[in-house]
């Protein structure tokens, strides 16, 4: 009892001082005041009485800003300190009240949230995590005190939440805040000193990653997103985004499971011209040595010529169930049958090639499958526009020819009269050269 007295006396005594010197309008001696009050109620381990001084002092009458500040940045190191999470959560509920709405500790407040919401989450709490999250986000871009990576990292930790919550869509929209562009900016620069009236940017804290780190938890966290989805182009172009980082590239341990990643999702992938690219690029990839099976797949790929699926199967079995243990963990549920689907359409794309017109029996032969099947890979193809073809089911016909309306057939008429009179305007240009040159000669 004799120790809380002693502490009531003191905190009443500086109570007064720092009435005088607020009403002084003395910043220095102010600021001074508030946070001897709080180091002293963080001396005696009076957690409650400390809750309850820095609600007090916020709320006088004319408290200075600077004040409230130093209050607040104070008490924010005092934290980690507490005794249990109940103290813990207490204390960054008092701070967050006395710092909401205030514009000169937003960054606190952010702080602060980002901590209770890491509490919440490891109560098991996600969804209650997210909400928190979510009051901040929204304004956390606008912030121009706050540092570049900083502000990353509470957009990052807001779409984990969401991913953790199976939020799919709110993380998506958040995800958009962040532009890749921004990892590329270049570091080494020196920061130019800001001009007088400009906002001065606060370094980021020490827990905070640096710009490559986060980065690649950008990447990992979107690689989460578009497995929901089985994106596998788009898991892909992240993977080689991770790749292109200059700590995984030096490191062949980081990047050959990226590399493999790389190249099972660029052949799970649909075909299109993205893709396409993104095939021809990966192969001229001198890393890609390393791994000469993947090389091997991907020629397959490029290659036009009919895959036998079962050969292909048994080759690269092993590999595939290898990556279950590797960097990202196993390609998804349904990875081995998608392989297959793309081998198939392949197959097709490598026939229309090489046939103008083929009978189905005859296609169903060389895609090892039943008329039936060839049938609707065929026909699902030409949905998704991946193809151009017309089947006459009574005949069993496929045509690979695209159909040409009147103006298309009426244009290549008239380019073939072109050609043809090209070719006879050339002819009796040299039958009358050959005639003057003999004429001349029998002359002479």
């Not at 799919?168 to 080494?188: E, G, H, N, W």
């Amino acid at each position: 009892m004799e120790v809380a007295g002693d502490l009531e006396a003191k905190i009443e005594s500086l109570l007064n001082v720092e009435k005088k010197m607020r009403l002084d309008n003395d910043v220095a001696g102010t600021k001074k005041a508030v946070t001897d009050i709080l180091q002293l109620c963080y001396e005696a381990k009076a957690w409650k009485t400390l809750n309850d001084q820095i609600v007090l002092l916020s709320k006088r009458r004319g408290q200075l800003k600077q004040a409230v500040t130093a209050m607040v940045q104070q008490a924010m190191q005092y934290i980690d300190e507490t005794p249990d999470v109940e103290s813990k959560v207490e204390l960054i509920k008092a701070l967050n009240s006395v710092s909401a709405g205030k514009i000169y500790v937003e960054i606190e407040r952010a702080r602060l949230i980002k901590k209770l919401a890491k509490i919440k989450e490891e109560q098991g709490q996600i969804a209650e995590a997210a909400d928190l999250m979510q009051e901040i986000a929204v304004c956390v871009e606008t912030f121009g005190a706050m540092a570049k990576t900083e502000k990353i990292a509470f957009i990052l930790e807001q779409v984990r939440l969401c991913l953790d919550r199976q939020d799919f869509v709110r993380a998506q929209i958040l995800s958009r805040k962040i532009s890749p562009r921004v990892f590329d900016a270049d570091t080494s620069k020196e920061k130019k000193k800001p001009k007088e009236g400009d906002n001065v940017v606060e370094e980021a804290p020490a827990d905070i990653p640096s710009l490559m780190e986060l980065k690649r938890i950008y990447y990992e966290l979107m690689i989460r997103f578009y497995s929901h989805s089985n994106d596998y182009l788009e898991i892909c172009r992240c993977y080689k985004s991770i790749y292109e980082i200059p700590s995984v590239k030096e490191d062949p341990t980081q990047w050959i499971p990226v590399l493999r990643k790389i190249c099972w999702y660029l052949v799970l992938s649909p075909h299109d011209p993205m893709q396409s690219s993104l095939l021809n690029s990966t192969l001229e990839d001198k890393n890609l040595s390393e791994i000469s099976h993947f090389r091997l797949l991907l020629k397959q790929l490029v290659t036009m010529e009919v895959i036998q699926w079962t050969a292909l199967w048994n080759t690269f079995n092993k590999e595939f169930d290898n990556e279950k243990n590797m960097l990202g963990g196993s390609l998804g549920d349904k990875a081995a049958e998608d392989l297959r689907q793309r081998v198939i359409e392949h197959n097709i794309l490598v026939v229309s090639k090489y046939y103008s017109r083929i009978t189905l029996k005859r296609l169903a032969q060389l895609l090892c499958l039943s008329v039936q099947e060839a049938e609707k890979h065929l026909s699902d193809m030409v949905v998704s526009k991946a193809l151009v073809a017309k089947i006459d089911r009574p005949m069993g016909i496929v045509c690979f020819q695209a159909a040409k309306d009147s103006n298309d057939i009426l244009n290549s008429w008239s380019l073939n009269l072109e050609k043809l009179l090209d070719l006879v305007e050339k002819s009796c240009h040299q039958i009358h050269k050959e005639t003057m040159v003999h004429k001349v000669a029998l002359k002479v």
